[in-house]
């Protein structure tokens, strides 16, 4: 450790005494708890903020980030369906060249 250089050195010296406590509290039954409790008023709190914007959008005449995602969503999906038909034409059109 002599050959350590000074930062080195210090940063051991603090991670020596900050490490078992530390531990303590991060394996902690209690931790995960709470983090848990935190994370489900994370979503109650992101949920009522989204439907109070919502609302307001809609009262304003304008589309939500609900209503924009639902309509990706629908355009995907036409778009999958317009490379599905367009494979079955051009099936369909190399069936029929190849039969004539």
């Known amino acids: 450790m002599a050959d350590s250089p000074l930062w080195r050195q210090a940063f ?20 995960v708890a709470a983090v848990q409790r935190l994370q489900q008023l994370q ?6 903020a989204d ?14 980030h609900a209503d ?3 309509l990706e969503r629908q355009i995907s999906a036409l778009q999958r369906e317009v490379v599905a038909v367009r494979r ?13």
Do not use: I
């Open 43 to 48: 979503r109650s709190v992101s949920t009522a």
């Open 88 to 100: 079955d034409v051009l099936e369909a059109s190399r069936d029929r060249d190849g039969a004539g």
């Open 68 to 70: 924009v995602r639902a």
């Open 12 to 31: 051991d010296g603090v991670e020596r005494r900050l490490s078992p406590p530390l531990t303590t509290v991060t394996s902690s039954t209690d931790l």
């Open 51 to 64: 439907l109070l914007a919502s609302a307001v959008l809609h009262v304003a005449g304008l589309p939500s």
